[in-house]
């Protein structure tokens, strides 16, 4: 049987131009809609709060918008953090979403590391694994279509019948880079979320300790173009800002001992990303996958902040049309 593997797009809504927002969404949903006519297969949409760029602080809200502007493609959170959430309320969205897309919504969940977001919404960093392992167990109770009892160190849910219930549940897949995530992510989850290809061989070492099978979603950090070195000087300066702003937060250690890149040049050699032609990229991908059967999905950043969608939308149909056909051949 041929191997079924997806390939799509990440998108995080970061407009650090502040080009009108409304223009700005209607022009990624166009990307998004046309997307899908290049035969990409996925979309993965990723959460932030306050932040000055516009990061979106509700991926719910935008998915239900892709579920009606495509038709096939399979929509997922990479990822929501769960620990400052109501699960209840997660999970009635996400159901809700299943039904209004034909069940193709996943929901991708991680445990976050900014302050300022747990310190707003009433939550502490220092229990986030508590919040997390009963926020899915929550969620997975509340999609059943049995009332939710639960009583925990951070909930307590007495009988609460939750409505709508999904006629296909989604997955629930977790994300994470250190091995404590991982490992809970092959304990309790449908998939792991993986970043930059962090992860693989704890998931699949976690998995066989359990006795377990699970699946993959690769994010996945690389640049291709036709000319490598070109599309860096072009997108370099959004490249170095993503990646310095994920390091000011804390996504990659402490802040104060992690230093930022300098240049775009540093943050490619030292950083997650990768830089390759057509070519290269197929060789990579491809070993990429056979190297690891579990993975389902793999997917790209659409757009770097900043970036104008013409920019971003050759990179993706380079990718559709010179790197992934050949790709999915050498994986049948």
């Not at 959170?77 to 039904?99: G, Q, V, W, Y």
């Not at 976050?112 to 707003?120: A, I, S």
């Not at 290809?197 to 979603?217: F, N, V």
């Amino acid at each position: 049987m041929a191997r079924q593997v997806n390939f799509g797009l990440w998108y995080d809504f970061r407009n650090p131009q502040q080009a009108p927002f409304e223009r700005f969404y209607t022009q990624t949903l166009e990307q998004i809609t046309w997307a899908e006519s290049l035969d990409f297969h996925s979309v993965w949409l990723t959460e932030h709060h306050f932040v000055e760029d516009g990061y979106t602080p509700s991926p719910l809200v935008i998915a239900g918008a892709i579920g009606q502007a495509t038709s096939r493609m399979r929509i997922g959170t990479n990822l929501m953090l769960l620990p400052i959430a109501d699960p209840i309320r997660l999970a009635e969205d996400a159901a809700t979403l299943s039904l209004l897309t034909g069940g193709r919504f996943d929901l991708g969940v991680g445990l976050g590391y900014r302050e300022l977001e747990f310190n707003y919404f009433g939550r502490s960093l220092k229990n986030r694994p508590s919040l997390m392992e009963e926020g899915v167990s929550i969620i997975r109770q509340a999609w059943s279509g049995k009332p939710v009892n639960f009583s925990g160190k951070r909930f307590e849910v007495n009988n609460l019948p939750v409505r709508p219930v999904p006629e296909s549940v989604p997955r629930l897949l977790m994300g994470g880079m250190s091995e404590p995530a991982i490992n809970r992510a092959a304990e309790l989850g449908d998939g792991f979320l993986s970043t930059g290809g962090i992860g693989h061989d704890i998931y699949r070492d976690a998995l066989d300790c359990a006795g377990k099978t699970g699946a993959i979603y690769a994010g996945n950090w690389s640049i291709v173009a036709e000319d490598p070195e070109a599309e860096l000087a072009k997108v370099g300066d959004h490249v170095l800002y993503q990646t310095n702003e994920y390091i000011r937060w804390g996504a990659f250690g402490p802040p104060d001992e992690v230093p930022l890149f300098e240049t775009p040049q540093d943050a490619v050699q030292g950083g997650l990303y990768e830089l390759m032609d057509g070519d290269t990229a197929i060789e990579n991908l491809t070993n990429l996958i056979k190297d690891n059967p579990e993975i389902v999905d793999v997917h790209f950043w659409a757009q770097f902040p900043g970036e104008s969608f013409d920019s971003g939308s050759a990179r993706m149909e380079y990718l559709a049309t010179k790197v992934l056909p050949t790709v999915r051949k050498n994986i049948a």
